[in-house]
C-alpha cells in the first residue's frame, strides 16, 4: 500500500508544481498500477480535471473496459462528493486516502490509510503551503 500511497504523493507534487490542487491518484488491478493521475483543472479549463476522474479515464482506456470492479483506488484526499459518484459508477469497490477533506460524506469503502505515515506530514504542508499560497 505504501507504494502506491507514495505514487498517488508524486502525482499530487506535479500538481502542486504546475499551481492545481495538489492532489493524486494511482488506480491498482491485480497489485499493478494501471493509472495514475493528478489535477489539472486549471490548465485543461475543465470542470472535470480532478485526479480521480484522471485516473478512472486512463484506467479505462488501459483495459478497454469502463467497468473498474477488480480495482483499488488510492488517492491522496479524500474524493469529493463528484468524484465518490464517479467512483462509484465505475464500480471500483475500495478507495484508501491519506488526508480528510471537509464536508464529504463518508461510507464504508473509504478507508484513511493509517501506515503511510512518512507521506502524510509532507502531504498535509503541501496542501497547506498550495493554500497559502492562493491567499497572498
Same mark, same amino acid.
Given at each position: 500500500?505504501?507504494?502506491?500511497?507514495e505514487? /498517488?504523493?508524486k502525482e $499530487?507534487? !506535479?500538481?502542486? +508544481?504546475?499551481?492545481?490542487?495538489?492532489?493524486?491518484?494511482?488506480? =491498482?488491478?491485480d497489485n499493478?498500477?494501471?493509472?495514475?493521475?493528478?489535477?489539472?483543472?486549471?490548465?485543461?479549463?475543465?470542470?472535470?480535471?480532478h485526479a480521480?476522474i484522471n /485516473?478512472?479515464?486512463? $484506467?479505462? !482506456?488501459?483495459? +478497454?473496459?469502463?467497468?473498474?470492479?477488480?480495482?483499488?483506488?488510492? =488517492?491522496?484526499?479524500?474524493?469529493?462528493?463528484?468524484?465518490q459518484?464517479?467512483?462509484?459508477?465505475?464500480?471500483?469497490?475500495?478507495?484508501y486516502?491519506l488526508?480528510?477533506?471537509?464536508?464529504?460524506e463518508?461510507?464504508?469503502?473509504?478507508?484513511r490509510t493509517?501506515?503511510c505515515?512518512n507521506?502524510?506530514?509532507?502531504y498535509?504542508?503541501?496542501?497547506?503551503?498550495?493554500f497559502?499560497?492562493l491567499?497572498?
Amino acid at each position: 500500500m505504501k507504494n502506491y500511497m507514495e505514487t /498517488a504523493y508524486k502525482e $499530487a507534487l !506535479k500538481a502542486y +508544481r504546475k499551481n492545481e490542487i495538489p492532489v493524486g491518484a494511482v488506480v =491498482v488491478i491485480d497489485n499493478k498500477i494501471v493509472a495514475k493521475a493528478h489535477n489539472n483543472r486549471q490548465k485543461k479549463a475543465n470542470v472535470l480535471g480532478h485526479a480521480e476522474i484522471n /485516473a478512472i479515464i486512463k $484506467a479505462e !482506456k488501459k483495459i +478497454r473496459d469502463w467497468r473498474l470492479d477488480h480495482a483499488v483506488m488510492y =488517492v491522496t484526499l479524500m474524493p469529493c462528493q463528484m468524484c465518490q459518484t464517479i467512483i462509484n459508477e465505475a464500480r471500483i469497490k475500495k478507495i484508501y486516502y491519506l488526508l480528510d477533506a471537509f464536508n464529504v460524506e463518508k461510507s464504508d469503502k473509504y478507508i484513511r490509510t493509517n501506515d503511510c505515515d512518512n507521506i502524510l506530514k509532507p502531504y498535509q504542508n503541501l496542501v497547506d503551503n498550495f493554500f497559502k499560497k492562493l491567499r497572498k
